[in-house]
């Protein structure tokens, strides 16, 4: 059974980091394009930052370009998003998310759409 | 620039069938998407995913009350036979290869 556990939320200043961790079971992570998606307090869900299998291709939201950083451990069936420079705006449940995909001759490929969730983790960013 | 969107809100009754909308933008008209639910205090959870021929792909345990169709622009997500669980927040997610999108999300209340 597929199961994403985030962890690693918690109070921080305007201008601090924090360091948000995903672990995953049930499934070969090494395989998968994995994703951080956030919801702010009462808001709609977005998208945060994208990460191809092997951390070949990396995306980010316009929001968080320059300021997050999404990584990837295969080896520990782990994933990561770095925060930094941390705004008021940025408080919100943290989600990561893996996306269907296939693998054929030794490459993996992704279909770019969510299929399994996390149960969150929440940030608050607070003076 | 691929933008999707949602009503706000829709309501049913019990046992009633709904059917949600999600509107894909010019240019886009193409797309596919994917239906999420999320009920209250929880983390979405995939439904299925729909093609611009209509085709639709649900996720593993979901029920055939929940089907996809398209027309257009226009992406659906009916539900039949509502249920009280089935009372949540609904959002569509379209994307690009650099870019995943959602809508704002359709509250949905069975009334």
């Known amino acids: ?8 939320g918690g109070l921080v200043k305007p201008g601090g980091s924090l360091r948000l961790s995903c672990a995953a079971s049930g499934f070969s992570l090494s395989n998968y394009t994995m994703n951080w998606v956030r919801q702010a307090p009462g808001k709609g869900l977005e998208w945060v930052s994208s990460i191809s299998s092997r ?36 408080t919100a449940v943290y989600y990561c998310a893996r996306e269907v995909g296939y693998c054929s001759g030794g490459n993996c490929y992704s279909m770019y759409y969510f299929d399994f969730w996390g149960q969150g983790t929440l940030v608050t960013v607070l003076s | 620039q691929l933008v999707v969107t949602q ?13 949600l909308t999600c509107t894909l933008s010019s240019g886009h008209s193409n797309y596919a998407i994917a239906w999420h639910q999320q009920q209250s205090e929880k983390g979405p959870r995939y ?15 979901i029920p055939d009350r929940f089907s996809g169709s398209s027309s257009g622009a226009e992406r659906y997500l009916t539900i039949s036979t509502l ?15 650099a870019i995943r999108v959602f809508g704002g999300g359709t509250k949905l209340t069975v009334l």
């Open chain 1, 1 to 8: 059974e597929v199961h994403l556990v985030e962890s690693g």
């Open chain 1, 55 to 90: 951390g070949t291709y990396i995306y980010y939201a316009d929001s968080v370009k320059g300021r997050f950083t999404i990584s990837r451990d295969n080896a520990k069936n782990s994933l990561y998003l770095q925060m930094d420079s941390l705004r008021a705006e940025d």
């Open chain 2, 7 to 19: 009503s706000p809100s829709a309501s049913a009754s019990l046992g009633a069938s709904v059917k």
């Open chain 2, 47 to 61: 439904l299925m995913k729909v093609n611009r021929n209509g085709s639709h792909t649900r996720g593993d345990g």
């Open chain 2, 83 to 97: 249920q009280s669980e089935d009372e949540a927040d609904y959002y569509c997610q379209s994307w690009g290869t």
